[in-house]
């Protein structure tokens, strides 16, 4: 087995030799260096510009207002360039987006931290819980052909249990005779599947459309069940439960749509959505 | 001493302000430094604030110029490729963090479905006790496990065809699910048998699920 890395080294200050050591440092320095650069005009509300060449010579920049703007105010020349003036309005028209960006970047960044220890403690638990005479725990790769088959068998059975079980509780979401249950005209049904005539074709459809979607999805629904809404959690395995997202929603309901579609925000400036992520 | 956790919010308190300012500016020159010199190429910032009269040039005003001058030499299009803003900079980093997130987050819920079925197959929990909404999610990482499991049938299926008569002879015997040595010779087989009828005398029952192998 390789020697893990050191970790974390001391860095000689020279231009690095390793060629791809030396692409990837770029790229995590640059990263890091406009990280800052934000942080800066964030918290302290100072403009400014970061222009970084490529080993490759590709350009990157960053600034605030516009990288434009502030090479200008250096090179203070009075002529504007054209979208200068525009930019100018974007920011005093609405200098709310970014405090709101930020906190959004920040809830997002809990979250994955979250999400990041969650992982280490699942993993954790496989690690303590993993038990010497399981050997169907083991990974699959190492099976022999007899436990191969054998394990199929089983896990098949087991994927008829949990099927029933969610069919069981589509039947008692869904159970079709409740929604007859007072109909005014008493009419029969029809040959035992449950169609009453005289209900409007409409309320039928979305009935069955709701059952549609219910098999899709299998999740428990916003309504209360007819039986209560068991939480079925209380007796199995409670630290499985995943609480962190409680905070994000009220992000959720503010600002479900981060393309801004408030006035005067272009087009052009659309990126695709940063939709808190669904469990 | 851990550091306090910064709100990233623009700071209320003026002396903070300026002392952060102060310090972060510092900060970003010596990154800035860094980069330059590991990477050996051209790097320019411009700091403008309210708490310096003229900007702050870094690495110095010729330098800068030299930057300029490259930068100009660019055609408007590969200037403004990867020229971002506040704006397009966050867009950015939220739709990757999210991104990540999400990946995770969806690793994760894996996870917690594998113990859940590794917990029904040691009869630690039943399905009947599997959360409504976890039941699709088990199932999901039930059929992933089957999958793989038929790939792995297969190959050794084929590897060792000889003796596929004598995997049903094991399969048949097992009561319980007991240690065996991993193993893919024929030898192992008839091992494991011997070592199967030895501990299906051993009380290692399996609660909850129905073992009989009945589709043998």
Redesign the interface.
């Given at each position: 087995m390789a020697k893990k890395s050191k970790g974390r080294q001391r860095?000689t200050?020279?231009?690095?030799e390793n060629e791809s050591n030396?692409q990837v440092?770029?790229s995590k320095?640059?990263s890091?260096?406009?990280k800052?650069?934000?942080?800066?005009?964030?918290?302290?509300?100072?403009?400014?510009?970061?222009?970084?060449?490529?080993?490759g010579g590709?350009?990157?920049?960053?600034?605030?207002?516009?990288?434009e703007l502030?090479?200008n105010?250096?090179?203070n020349i009075n002529q504007q360039p054209p979208n200068q003036n525009n930019?100018m309005r974007f920011n005093e028209v609405r200098p709310i987006?970014?405090?709101t960006?930020?906190?959004?970047?920040?809830q997002?960044?809990n979250?994955?931290e979250s999400?990041?220890k969650?992982?280490e403690e699942?993993?954790k638990?496989?690690k303590n819980?993993k038990?010497?005479?399981?050997?169907?725990?083991?990974p699959?790769?190492?099976?022999?052909?007899?436990?191969?088959?054998?394990?199929?068998?089983?896990?098949?059975?087991?994927?008829k249990?949990?099927?029933?079980?969610?069919s069981k509780?589509l039947q008692a979401t869904f159970p079709l005779q409740n929604f007859y249950v007072g109909s005014s005209s008493g009419a029969p049904f029809l040959d035992g599947a449950y169609i009453n005539p005289n209900l409007d074709p409409c309320v039928q459809r979305r009935m069955f459309n709701a059952n549609a979607y219910y098999n899709q999805?299998?999740?428990?629904p916003n309504y209360p069940l007819p039986y209560g809404n068991?939480?079925?959690?209380g007796?199995?395995?409670p630290e499985?439960n995943?609480n962190y997202m409680q905070g994000f929603n009220q992000y959720q309901n503010q600002n479900q749509n981060?393309s801004f579609k408030e006035e005067g925000f272009s087009e052009n400036?659309r990126?695709?959505?940063?939709?808190?992520?669904?469990? | 001493m851990t550091r306090q956790k910064v709100k990233m919010a623009y700071i209320e308190n003026e002396s903070s302000r300026k002392a952060t300012y102060k310090k972060r500016k510092n900060g970003i020159l010596k990154k800035a430094n860094e980069l330059a010199t590991l990477c050996g190429v051209p790097v320019g910032v411009i700091i403008d604030s309210a708490y310096d009269l003229s900007p702050e040039v870094w690495p110095s005003r010729e330098e800068m110029d030299k930057v300029v001058s490259q930068w100009q030499r660019l055609p408007v299009m590969d200037r403004t490729k990867k020229m971002l803003n506040q704006q397009s900079y966050l867009q950015q980093r939220i739709s990757k963090e999210t991104e990540t997130c999400k990946k995770l987050t969806k690793e994760n819920k894996e996870l917690e479905m594998k113990e859940v079925m590794f917990d029904c197959l040691s009869g630690k929990t039943s399905p009947s006790r599997i959360e409504i909404s976890d039941l699709r999610g088990c199932g999901n990482v039930i059929e992933q496990y089957l999958k793989n499991l038929k790939r792995r049938i297969e190959i050794l299926s084929k590897n060792d065809g000889a003796s596929s008569s004598s995997v049903h002879a094991a399969a048949t015997t097992s009561a319980a699910m007991p240690i065996v040595e991993m193993g893919s010779s024929s030898t192992a087989f008839s091992d494991m048998i011997r070592q199967q009828q030895i501990q299906s005398n051993m009380n290692q029952t399996v609660r909850g699920l129905d073992l009989n192998q009945q589709q043998w």
């Open positions: 860095i200050m020279a231009k690095m030396l440092t770029f320095r640059r890091g260096l406009f800052k650069a934000s942080e800066l005009n964030t918290l302290c509300g100072a403009d400014i510009a970061v222009i970084v060449f490529s080993p590709k350009v990157y920049s960053f600034g605030h207002p516009s990288v502030v090479l105010r250096f090179l930019n987006t970014i405090p960006m930020n906190d959004y970047l920040t997002v960044m979250d994955l999400a990041k969650k992982n699942l993993k638990i496989r819980s038990m010497p005479e399981c050997w169907w725990e083991e699959v790769e190492e099976l022999d052909l007899a436990h191969a088959i054998e394990f199929k068998g089983l896990l098949e059975k087991l994927r249990t949990v099927t029933d079980e969610a509780h999805n299998m999740y428990s068991n939480n079925y959690a007796g199995f395995v499985y995943l981060l400036e990126h695709q959505d940063g939709h808190p992520p669904h469990l | -």
